[in-house]
């Protein structure tokens, strides 16, 4: 990629980070072009559709809770890297409002632009509830879509303004039914 073309495709991926964090993911594409100070057609030509400009800024983040959880797998106790790591699946998807309904559906649907990055960091976190089991440190009737579903949940909560004060304290009631005492 030339070297402007490289700084507008960036320069684009901020801006649309602004206005999705603002308006969720259901943002105008024109609004995020204008807002870039570029055209519709330019903006289409880097991302030619609202997945694509959804994977292309989330790939980041999601590749690093990827790392993430490859990180605390190796220093971390197993209930303690589960925790830390949710934590941080929780936090990450809470900045783009509308992000896990996307994320959901991607990962329902081979042919979306967010499929891989959504199936690769549930992978990651299935890992660390499965290591967790296997230390006797989480419950075992539970799977990874099921870590999935519970921590897309919260970062729902994180979502709606209303809700979004309980978001903390629900982490911990569904940490304490997923985690066993020991």
């Given at each position: ?98 992000v896990v309904t996307s994320m959901v559906n991607a990962i ?75």
């Amino acid at each position: 990629m030339r070297a402007d073309a490289k700084a507008n495709h960036d320069h684009l991926l901020v801006v649309a980070g602004t206005v999705i964090t603002e308006h969720g993911v259901d943002a105008s594409m024109r609004d995020i072009a204008r807002r870039a100070g570029v055209g519709l057609a330019t903006l289409l030509r880097h991302f030619p559709t609202r997945e694509s400009l959804l994977e292309a800024m989330l790939r980041t983040s999601f590749d690093e809770l990827t790392t993430k959880a490859a990180e605390v797998e190796t220093t971390s106790p197993p209930a303690d890297a589960l925790l830390a790591w949710l934590r941080d699946f929780v936090a990450c998807t809470t900045n783009y409002r509308g992000v896990v309904t996307s994320m959901v559906n991607a990962i329902e649907d081979p042919e979306s632009a967010l499929h891989d990055s959504c199936v690769t960091m549930r992978a990651a976190g299935t890992r660390l509830l499965t290591r967790a089991q296997a230390a006797g440190a989480a419950r075992t009737d539970i799977d990874g879509a099921d870590l999935f579903a519970l921590a897309a949940s919260l970062a729902w909560l994180g979502d709606q303004p209303a809700l979004e004060p309980r978001v903390e304290r629900l982490f911990g009631v569904v940490m304490g039914a997923v985690l066993v005492k020991g």
